[in-house]
């Protein structure tokens, strides 16, 4: 690649910024940094002005204040090889992805004790996502959900995951589409959630019930692991329930245990 691609730059305090183009300048240089770090594969384990400069067109004085804003910010090490900030992103990733490994025996032998379908979801942008399911194998009534829904707030496992949420704004971003009385009693839910570490679903559908319980990875919470039924077989009030809600804090908490190990 030859010329220069990239916008000319300055460096204010060790950061690269981007003066051109307006508006756009800070989100062109995170994409610059990405291109920057994507340069990392199985031959390429250590970046230099070099590197950086002929295989993006740029010149190395450029090249060289890129390496350095990188450094600073934890993406790459002093001697430019993937930094600390790439190796804690790493360790999560590779986190979530024990957890989904381990997940569905726990999820199938929840399932199979319980009779209701076991869900497992993740926070995302817009609340948490379905990630996983299990459905009943025997039952007149089977109820499941589609992986990669979207969960209302008031679904069980989006509570669940909003009220361990370390991140404040994580929780005011998804609370302020409900109106002040509707946020206010989210907030209450999340309280007695946090208490009990469980968490009823409450999306206003007749014959529908749900209950989340946390999957914690150290002190932090990773995922939300449910049980969704009728009402007949799942319900805060009936003593049966109160069996498979048991069986579902157990199957989260070994799960967290083992995932987190």
Not at 58 to 75: D, E
Not at 155 to 173: E, G, H, N, T, Y
Not at 232 to 254: F, I, K, N, T
Request: charged residues 20%; glycine residues 10%; proline residues 4%.
């Amino acid at each position: 690649m030859s010329g220069e691609p990239f916008s000319p730059a300055e460096e204010t305090g060790g950061v690269v910024v981007a003066r051109p183009d307006g508006e756009r300048g800070s989100i062109q240089s995170i994409e610059r940094a990405a291109m920057v770090l994507s340069l990392f594969d199985q031959d390429t384990r250590v970046l230099t002005p070099v590197i950086v400069s002929e295989r993006l067109g740029l010149n190395r004085t450029t090249a060289h204040r890129y390496l350095q804003s990188l450094q600073v910010s934890g993406f790459l090490s002093a001697g430019h090889g993937p930094g600390p900030l790439l190796d804690q992103l790493s360790g999560l990733v590779s986190e979530r992805q024990q957890l989904l490994a381990l997940a569905p025996s726990v999820m199938r032998q929840l399932s199979d004790r319980t009779g209701l379908t076991a869900v497992l979801s993740f926070l995302g942008r817009s609340g948490a996502i379905v990630t996983l399911v299990e459905e009943a194998h025997e039952g007149t009534i089977i109820l499941t959900v589609r992986v990669g829904t979207v969960l209302e707030v008031k679904a069980a496992q989006s509570r669940v995951l909003l009220a361990f949420q370390a991140d404040p704004s994580v929780v005011d971003k998804l609370l302020v589409t409900l109106s002040s009385a509707d946020a206010r009693a989210e907030q209450a839910q999340f309280v007695t959630a946090r208490r009990d570490r469980l968490s009823w679903g409450d999306l206003g559908r007749v014959g529908l019930a749900s209950v989340a319980a946390p999957i914690f990875g150290g002190r932090d919470v990773q995922a939300a692991m449910a049980l969704i039924g009728t009402t007949a077989m799942l319900s805060p009030e009936d003593a049966e329930s109160a069996g498979r809600v048991q069986l579902l804090q157990s199957a989260a908490e070994r799960l967290g245990a083992v995932g987190g190990s």
